[in-house]
């Protein structure tokens, strides 16, 4: 049909960001096409594929519509995802709750290495007091917050004791996300805790190298696993899992990890987690020797070849995950703009489409994400 007021009057828009995957369209959806208003499809099932589509038409020809008349029913069709708009005010109430609540385990995270410096033994209490914090934000604050707060930029001076708890709380997110009883998460979370421990082991002057460590220095980082170990087992750490997990959290599938060079089932699950936790944190992370890099591009790193030595089925598991709840966060752009991520491909995690002054876009090599937005900067 012509496009005209009076047959827009009869359309209503689509809002796409309200669509769930598995969702069934049972309407006409439209767009314009110069002079013409034309159905795109009717009654369909919204899969990856059909949503990228939409994406796709959007960016090219603008809104898409439905029928005016059966707007009341597609609201009661399709509902929100997991996330809750970063402008929502209880969301960031509870962003800021749980900064507060993870900046105080980095405190006690901090006197935890202290203390290993000094004894070469972590206090235990400490040690549990920050596991059971940890899980208890887990069970009571948005998945999708803590992961948001987790993506932020990071203090480089304060990175250990940071690395150490963010890793924890992946961990127990991970734990949670391949259904993993309580007792389990609680376990892992230690486990990501405990991982880099035996960092206190190797000279401050390896670790805040700011270049690349020669092979002989590199030599010396790769002891701090069982450095690690060491440390958790003296100080009391009996549970088998744990104890593994931190000894074997550098791997790999294709058994070029260290220290065992164990490959494919012979190393242990907490491992495997700990090792992808590890992985990601830390490249979001700004060090001394690199600059931070945006979660999409780790998702996107995760998703190729590059680390095809971590366990494939965890990492799928993250890769969605991760994906969808990154999906409505808001993001700084390298131009210095904000903008809002409405869809990312799972063959192209590293440039999401996003809505970006009211315009939808594809990202690329030329515009891209660098940060997730920090309400704090606005403070």
Sequence with gaps: MLYTKEAM??????????????????????????????????????TETVLGTFFSVLISHGDLYINKDLYPEYQKTVHKRGFT??????YLEELEQIKKELDENIVQSKEMFEDATATGEIDTEIMQDITVNVQEILSDKSQ?????????????????????????????????????????????????????????????????KPAKLSPQEFEIVKKHPLYSYEIAKKSGVRDLNILHGIRSHHERMTGIGYPDGLVGTEIPLFAKITAISDVYDAMISKRCYKDPVSPFKVLAEFARDKYSDLDIKYVNIFLDIASRILVG??????????????????????????????????????LYCTELYDPEDTK
């Design 329 to 366: 966060q808001e993001i700084i752009l390298n131009d210095g703009r904000q903008a809002t991520v409405l869809f990312i491909r799972n063959d192209n995690y590293e440039y999401p489409i996003v809505r970006v002054e009211g315009e939808v876009i594809q990202t690329n090599q030329n």
């Design 144 to 208: 999708d917050a803590v992961f948001a707060y987790l993506n932020q930029l990071k203090d480089v001076n304060t990175y250990l004791y940071k690395h150490s708890v963010n890793v924890a709380t992946l961990n127990g997110l991970m734990g949670k996300w391949i259904g993993l009883d309580e007792v389990n998460c609680r376990k892992l979370i230690e486990t990501g805790l405990l991982h880099d421990i035996g960092m206190v082991k190797i000279d401050s002057n390896i670790l805040n």
């Design 85 to 90: 708009n970063i402008s929502d005010k209880q």
């Design 9 to 46: 009057a009869k359309l209503a828009p689509l809002d796409l960001k309200k669509i769930v995957i598995g969702t069934k369209l049972d309407t006409e959806i439209y767009y314009r096409y110069k002079e013409e208003i034309v159905m795109l499809c009717k009654n369909i099932k919204v």
